[in-house]
T-cell receptor, first 114, second 112 residues
Framework: AQSVAQPEDQVNVAEGNPLTVKCTYS??????LFWYVQYPNRGLQFLLK??????LVKGSYGFEAEFNKSQTSFHLKKPSALVSDSALYFC????????????FGRGTSLIVHP | EAGVAQSPRYKIIEKRQSVAFWCNPI?????LYWYQQILGQGPKLLIQ????????DSQLPKDRFSAERLKGVDSTLKIQPAKLEDSAVYLC??????????FGQGTRLTVV
């Protein structure tokens, strides 16, 4: 069965500093990987995805993520954090073929301090 | 392009009452998902439809939850009777093909 782990409940970073939100996954085959962001009282918004190809994926709002197959990780990164990036971030994984059902991690709260 | 629409946004009911949520997916999206998101947790899949057929409902508590997708478009999720532990945000999502899903704003259910 597929699963996702987000080891940090909360990440704190100062505005202007780089940020990393960690995600590791477990699937039986090649993964499809996603990052979503959730602002208060809003639904999940898609940030980026890895399906195949280049291990470094660029997404919305300056975010990027690096797929590392040997470490089964898909960490979310941004070179310079903004206060407006403060939100809840979810990593998700699905397996190709069949139903593509995404399984979500429990989320990481990112707090960017001015 | 219009997004996934859900209603109501908020609902407060007493335990043992019934409640229904409605979802209108993005036009043309064949796949529709209902997720339950309890406070402090990630979304958990309840049911997935492909057109009007059920693909996966293994985590749907069928003794109290039911869902349907009429004509392969709109969907309703019903809880009857509700329990306190059903308090959560219910998210609807849709996808055209493949795994990328687009989410609605959700319905926040409080059971008192």
């Amino acid at each position: 069965a597929q699963s996702v782990a987000q080891p940090e409940d909360q990440v704190n970073v100062a505005e202007g500093n780089p940020l990393t939100v960690k995600c590791t996954y477990s699937v039986s085959g090649n993964p499809y990987l996603f990052w979503y962001v959730q602002y208060p009282n809003r639904g999940l918004q898609f940030l980026l995805k890895y399906i195949t190809g280049d291990n470094l994926v660029k997404g919305s709002y300056g975010f990027e993520a690096e797929f590392n197959k040997s470490q089964t990780s898909f960490h979310l990164k941004k070179p310079s954090a903004l206060v407006s990036d403060s939100a809840l971030y979810f990593c998700a994984v699905s397996e190709p073929g069949g139903s593509y059902i995404p399984t979500f991690g429990r989320g990481t709260s990112l707090i960017v301090h001015p | 392009e219009a997004g996934v629409a859900q209603s109501p946004r908020y609902k407060i009911i007493e335990k043992r009452q019934s409640v229904a949520f409605w979802c209108n997916p993005i036009s043309g999206h064949a796949t529709l998902y209902w997720y339950q998101q309890i406070l402090g947790q990630g979304p958990k899949l309840l049911i997935q439809f492909q057109n009007n057929g059920v693909v996966d409902d293994s985590q749907l508590p069928k003794d109290r939850f039911s869902a349907e997708r009429l004509k392969g478009v709109d969907s309703t999720l019903k809880i009857q009777p509700a329990k306190l532990e059903d308090s959560a945000v219910y998210l609807c999502a849709s996808s055209l093909s493949g795994p990328e899903a687009f989410f609605g704003q959700g319905t926040r259910l409080t059971v008192v």
